[in-house]
């Protein structure tokens, strides 16, 4: 059963040093605040999950935060690379990461194993690319009925996922809709589940087939206004595009980082004052 | 400028003519992305745009800036998540047309996004595969539209990401592909196809006013012409008009044109 949690309250009892963590949204209710916290409550040696990294790992990647990182497409969507991804695989800034690549077939696959139980996913994939050259855990499988040569990968059981979602009743069912990524599948696929929504209500109100995840299938659940931000939230706000180029040159050079992270993260006390300095600062300063 | 528009303007409208209306197209976000809504907002208003993150018909009015903009689904004739988008209708063989950009591209046409340079100690670390490599592979057919430069079309890639014809000839059929492959390479100097036989992209038409050199000197590899390589088509008030105004209307939601990236 989902207990009703401060987002505090929530990483310090869920997510450990060295967790295998996952926090999911496909540009759309990407849990921001919850890797704001995770920055905050200094955890180290977390091997990511992500399909995109997109600047929630890139800020918890230069925070220093990470060990290893699994994911398919590592780019500042719409804008460029991300800088601190990049500082640490090619410089190995401010310390060596781990890479585990797939591509993004992959990686909704393998979440799919995780949530059915299954040790692996089969798919057609990654004929004649150079991706079993370097990555010792994408195989080929052959097909006992067919003869076909398909593609096998180990499924994704993170420790914790995180994710960010509309609404929650008080029971801690939750409803999401719009662009849904792979979040039902990295929540399912999990040994504990951490999610933040919008607003609690007293009733979800939601249509047979929408998506609800079920207040057992979900550890903690945390009420986080914004919480997304700057991705966005269908029905609430719209994403921050002038904050992920404003990335760009935070995060180019580590020294602008640093004092960024100091300064809006481990001197904020929660994300609401994160979002009031936020919103006090000129956008050229942020 | 060539005459009243840009070489890019050549090349996205182009690219944008190769869309057959009503084809089911997996779009790229950046080029790929602009080509196929100009073909959707002029000759193909009955392309079905599939993306990634998992809007089927997405009709956005102005471009995306990433792959899972609100404006895709809000438009779209159904979202349905990312492990259905691949499984049931990448694999499953619904998609007539992956529409894809690339970082660097060899002379048979497979792709590298992921490193220049080595892979344990790049150079340069590039974004990754997203959902290409599998774009490549299962789409009926593949167009690629990139920017010619001698960075981009090189003799040789530093790390294979989406295949395209693999060592030429027929590997690609042997390799047991299910998707057909690249049929055209749309850059801002010219339309490469690949050869019937070796499956060597050779330059199929040439826009107006490049010459044969500046592409050979733009191109990483000995570049070869078709016997019947002609000039390409030139945009057409229309489509300029209405690749003009979606740009426009794509800065004015944005602030800029969403197509980095």
């Not at chain 2, 800036?65 to 619904?94: K, M």
């Not at chain 2, 996004?113 to 100690?121: I, Q």
């Not at chain 2, 740009?247 to 980095?260: C, I, L, Q, Y």
């Amino acid at each position: 059963m989902a207990e009703w949690l401060s987002l505090r309250e929530a990483i310090a009892a869920n997510v450990r040093d060295g967790d295998s963590l996952a926090m999911e949204g496909f540009t759309h209710l990407i849990p921001f605040a919850a890797g704001h916290e995770i920055i905050r409550q200094k955890r180290r040696g977390l091997r990511l999950i992500r399909m995109t990294p997109d600047l929630i790992y890139d800020q918890l990647i230069g925070a220093g935060c990470a060990a290893k990182l699994t994911f398919s497409w590592g780019g500042n969507p719409g804008v460029g690379s991300l800088h601190r991804f990049r500082d640490a695989v090619e410089h190995d800034w401010p310390q060596p990461l781990e890479i585990e690549e797939r591509s993004h077939s992959d990686m909704a696959n393998s979440y799919v194993a995780g949530a059915s139980n299954l040790p692996f996913a089969v798919f057609r994939g990654y004929t004649g690319s150079d991706f079993l050259r370097v990555n010792s855990r994408i195989r080929n499988i052959t097909c006992p009925f067919t003869g076909e040569v398909l593609a096998a990968t180990p499924a994704v059981r993170p420790d914790v996922t995180v994710i960010h979602a509309q609404k929650a009743d008080w029971k801690g069912n939750v409803l999401l809709w719009g662009i849904l990524g792979v979040q039902k599948e990295a929540a399912l696929a999990a040994k504990r589940v951490i999610v933040t929504v919008e607003e609690r209500v007293e009733r979800l109100d939601a249509p047979p087939n929408a998506c609800v995840l079920p207040g057992w299938t979900v550890t903690a659940v945390c009420e986080v206004p914004r919480g997304a931000t700057p991705s966005y939230a269908d029905g609430y706000y719209e994403r921050d595009n002038l904050f992920y180029r404003l990335w760009d040159r935070i995060s180019r050079d580590r020294q602008t980082f640093n004092g960024w992270i100091k300064k809006h993260i481990l001197e904020t006390g929660d994300f609401r004052e994160y979002l009031r300095l936020l919103s006090e600062s000129p956008a050229v300063c942020r | 400028m060539i005459g009243d528009y840009t070489p890019d303007e050549m090349m996205t409208v182009s690219a944008a003519r190769m869309l057959r209306n009503g084809a089911v197209c997996f779009v790229g976000i950046g080029l790929p992305s602009t080509a196929a809504n100009l073909a959707r907002l002029t000759h193909a208003p009955e392309a079905v745009l599939v993306y990634e993150s998992g809007p089927i018909g997405a009709k956005p009015s102005v471009l995306p800036l990433s792959i899972g903009d609100g404006n895709l689904a809000e438009t779209a004739d159904t979202v349905v998540s990312t492990p259905e988008i691949f499984r049931y209708w990448l694999q499953g063989g619904r998609i007539d047309v992956g529409f894809l950009g690339a970082a660097q591209l060899d002379r048979f046409a497979n792709i590298n996004t992921t490193v220049v340079g080595s892979y344990a100690k790049p150079k340069v670390r590039l974004p990754g595969a997203g959902g290409a490599p599998e774009i490549s592979s299962s789409a009926k057919e593949v167009l690629i539209v990139v920017k010619h430069s001698k960075r981009t079309l090189v003799e040789k890639l530093d790390f294979v990401t989406s295949v395209g014809f693999l060592t030429g000839g027929d590997s690609r059929e042997r390799a047991g592909l299910t998707g057909k492959g690249p049929v055209a390479v749309i850059t801002d100097l010219c339309i490469l196809r690949p050869d019937a036989v070796t499956r060597e992209l050779k330059v199929a038409s040439i826009h107006a006013g490049v010459h044969r050199e500046t592409i050979a000197v733009n191109t990483g590899w000995q570049i070869q012409f078709a016997e019947d390589c002609g000039e390409t088509e030139q945009p057409r008030a229309q489509e300029l008009e209405v690749l003009r105004d979606l740009k426009a209307r794509t800065v004015a939601a944005h602030g800029v044109e969403g197509e980095a990236a």
